[in-house]
């Protein structure tokens, strides 16, 4: 079993729907979590990073972590076509080894 | 965030030469800086994770004597690809790690093509 599962895609939703991106894993030692958006031909750029449990909310993005179902999901509310991009979530334990989803597709159409 | 450069960006080089990657945290220091090697529409691949003052620990496969890694400072890692193959032709992506949150920054990426 993978540490982490992430759902390929490719999702496409049109400009201004909310799209749930999310990933499981199966290390309850986990408590770092983090979502990266890469651009095709381009170094991931952290989005959201969250610790330990809870939600975390920055503009059109909200981060959320269940530790107890070992899921974290990632929304993005009015979502526009420079959204359309590779979304990877990845977490760690203690800091020194992190474990990447393999990433999810998305395609936001005009 | 944080802001992490990497040079070149893009690097064409002839098979058998060697190729250095610089990766710089401009603006925090980072101990732990890593490397990554990505495939077309693949997920990142850990090579090796490189500690500052410390010799670089690689992931298994990856071969130390060919992907050497420098981590002199706290803001620099260096990745020299030696004696080239059109086989190390990719996508190379190092970060860098801020503490105390561990969170990792990407810097951009430097694409090599080995002719």
């Known amino acids: 079993q993978k540490e982490v599962e992430q759902d390929p895609g490719p999702l496409s939703v049109p400009e201004g729907a909310i799209v749930s991106l999310n990933c499981t894993y199966s290390n309850s030692a986990f408590q770092y979590f983090m979502w990266y958006r890469q651009y095709s031909r381009k170094g991931p750029e952290l989005l959201m990073y969250?610790?330990?449990?809870g939600n975390k909310e920055d503009g059109r993005f909200t981060a959320q972590v269940d530790k107890s179902s070992k899921y974290i999901s990632l929304f993005i509310r009015d979502s526009q076509p420079s959204d359309s991009a590779t979304y990877l979530c990845?977490?760690?334990?203690?800091?020194?080894?992190?474990?990447f989803g393999t990433g999810t597709s998305l395609t936001v159409i005009p | 965030g944080a802001v992490v450069s990497q040079h070149p960006s893009w690097v064409i080089c002839k098979s058998g030469t060697s190729v250095k990657i610089e990766c710089r945290s401009l603006d925090f220091q980072a101990t732990t800086m890593f490397w990554y090697r990505q495939f077309p529409k693949q997920s990142l691949m850990l090579m090796a994770t490189s500690n500052e003052g410390s010799k670089a620990t690689y992931e298994q496969g990856v071969e130390k004597d060919k992907f050497l890694i420098n981590h002199a400072s706290l803001t620099l890692s260096t990745l020299t690809v030696t004696s080239a193959h059109p086989e190390d032709s990719s996508f190379y992506i190092c970060?860098?790690?801020?503490?105390?949150?561990?969170?990792?920054?990407f810097g951009p990426g430097t694409r090599l093509t080995v002719t």
């Open positions: 969250t610790y330990s449990s």
């Open positions: 990845a977490m760690s334990a203690y800091g020194n080894q992190f474990y």
């Open positions: 970060s860098a790690l801020a503490v105390p949150s561990y969170e990792q920054y």
